[in-house]
């Protein structure tokens, strides 16, 4: 684990931490609880074959529309989907996998 990735990862864990306390004392409510503990799960990790499908079967895109909807460029998109590329979406893009994933691209037009 990088130096970087260990202090984002303490800092998750110190928000969820502060936010579980203030639900605690009812100053966030469960809804907005429940929203920072699905912010503060890492996502998972996306290899070449998951990306295709939630592309192709949950998104159900073409390479370009699906970059477009996570700006991303389409190379990205591919190299994503290569195995020989070993490049796999992290950080923000990740998230956004996650949530097509998850929710289907409608949660990304919200």
Request: charged share 25%; net charge positive; hydrophobic share 45%.
């Amino acid at each position: 684990m990088t130096k970087k990735s260990a202090e984002d990862a303490r800092m998750l864990r110190e928000l969820l931490e502060t936010a579980q306390d203030l639900s605690a004392y009812g100053v966030v409510s469960k809804a907005d609880l429940a929203k920072v503990r699905a912010l503060a799960q890492e996502p998972p990790v996306y290899t070449p074959e998951r990306v295709v499908r939630v592309r192709t079967r949950v998104a159900k895109m073409s390479q370009s529309v699906f970059a477009a909807y996570l700006n991303v460029s389409v190379s990205t998109v591919q190299k994503w989907e290569s195995p020989t590329a070993h490049k796999a979406p992290s950080g923000a893009a990740a998230k956004l996998l996650q949530l097509v994933e998850t929710k289907g691209v409608e949660a990304l037009m919200a």
